[in-house]
Structure formats: C-alpha cells, structure tokens
C-alpha cells in the first residue's frame, strides 16, 4: 500500500509518501520525499511510523514535512506566545542573551536541534512573541542530572498529579530562562505551565524536577509558583 498525501508548510503544499512497504519508502527518501511508515514492516526506513493509515492527521503530516525540510516543529501555542524548536536563525539571539554554554557555536546549535529533537522528541524550545514574533527566551525539557557536584545548587520537585495511580520514576528536568528585556511580565509561567502540560500530554510524564542555583531567590519562587517543592541538597 502507498498514498501520497499533502502538507500545509508555509503555505506549500509538501507531498508526503504513506507506506507499509520498505521499498516504496526508500525509493520516496531517495526521491527526496517526505516519507511516513505504517507499524509491523520489516526494515522501516521512516523516523515516523504509525498504527494505522487513519492517523494520519494534518499535524502528524506538517510535522514529517518539517521534519524533512529541516524546520522547526511548533511545539505549543498560549495567549502570547508560540513556543517552537530552536533552529538556527535564533542563534544570534541566544549568544547575545548567554544561554548556556552549549550553543557556543552555531555549529553546535545545529547540531543539538538536529540530533536532540530527533532522538528524545523534547529539548530546549524557543519562546516567541505572537504579535512581534521576537524571541524572548527559552524553555523546556531535558533529561534529569545531578548538578549537586557543579556548584552550589539544589532540586526542586513537581509532585505529580493525585489522580496518578501508580508512581512513575522517570522524569523530566524543567528549564527556563527569559531575555533580560522580558522578564516580569508574565511569559515565564506562561510557557512554563504550557510546557508542563505537553509534557503531560504529548510526552506521557507527570514528574519533573527543577535545580536552582543556590541564592537565586527569584527562580526559587518561580519554580515553587509552579508548585516545585524543596527536595535534596536544600540547605539555605
């Protein structure tokens, strides 16, 4: 079986191969397709495969497109912000602002977007203004480590939800920082809480754990205003 479906990407349309034959796709991918698989092949040459032909949707069709083409996903929309993979035209942006020391070089900024998104599904997103389409910072979700032996830091805790029946033991570490200009204003939380959500939702993880540096009593409340409680390494 092979249909050929569309793609709303900036206003094209990108055709999008739907298969369940390994052929049919590499010959797609060699044609320099988009391509989606369907479960149960043998040798599924597809980043994206799927149960069933049904499932199909427009998003899941925008995303393979993207994905191909190199474009960053969106992530999730709030009241005023659209939050969205990083790609590299936010680069300047990010350096200027020192977010981290893992996009020293556009090179690398590449590379993590490139490999980081594909593997894991989450990452560091970028926060962009809807009305200005600036970006204002970033935010988002990695795999938990121990920054107790990297300096004076300590973790904060979500509880997960009381409804939750069984406790589950993996979990996400959240992380955020807002351009200087953009602070106070609100857009922290907004995406914080909107993040939390896809993560829930999207991602299927309801823990999550935050570590603050040791004295930064401002991302202390913030962390705790999303209902992050003190755990270990807690002293004052």
């Known amino acids: 079986m092979k249909e050929i479906r569309y793609a709303k ?6 055709p999008v191969v739907i298969s369940d034959e390994t052929e049919a796709l590499l010959a797609a991918k060699a044609d320099g397709r988009a391509i989606i698989g369907l479960a149960g092949m ?7 495969v799927l149960e069933r032909l049904e499932d199909a949707d427009e998003e899941i069709l925008e995303r393979a497109a993207r994905r191909h083409l190199g474009l960053p996903w969106t992530i999730c929309v709030t009241k005023r912000l659209i939050i969205r993979e990083i790609f590299a035209d936010d680069y300047e942006a990010i350096w200027e602002n020192q977010v981290g020391t893992g996009f020293g070089t556009i090179e690398k900024l590449e590379a993590y977007t490139k490999n980081q998104y594909r593997f894991y599904g989450f990452g560091f997103w970028a ?43 993996d979990a996400l570490e959240l992380g955020y920082h807002l351009f200087l200009p953009w602070r106070r204003m609100g857009y922290a939380r907004e995406a914080c ?20 540096r040791k004295g930064n009593l ?14 270990g390494n807690g002293g004052p």
Do not use: C, H, M
Request: charged share 25%; glycine share 10%; no cysteine.
């Open 127 to 169: 926060l962009i203004k809807q009305d200005s389409r600036e970006l204002v910072g970033v935010a988002g979700l990695t795999i938990p480590r121990d920054w107790s032996g990297e300096g004076s830091w300590f973790s904060l805790k979500l509880p997960p939800p009381e409804d939750q029946e069984e406790p589950f033991e």
């Open 193 to 212: 809480l909107a993040i939390l959500e896809y993560g829930r939702l999207q991602l299927g993880v309801s823990n999550y754990t935050a570590w603050i």
């Open 42 to 48: 043998d040798g599924n040459p597809a980043e994206f």
């Open 9 to 14: 990407v900036n206003g094209e349309s990108i």
């Open 218 to 231: 401002a991302s202390e409340k913030f962390a705790e205003s999303l209902g992050f409680v003190r755990e």
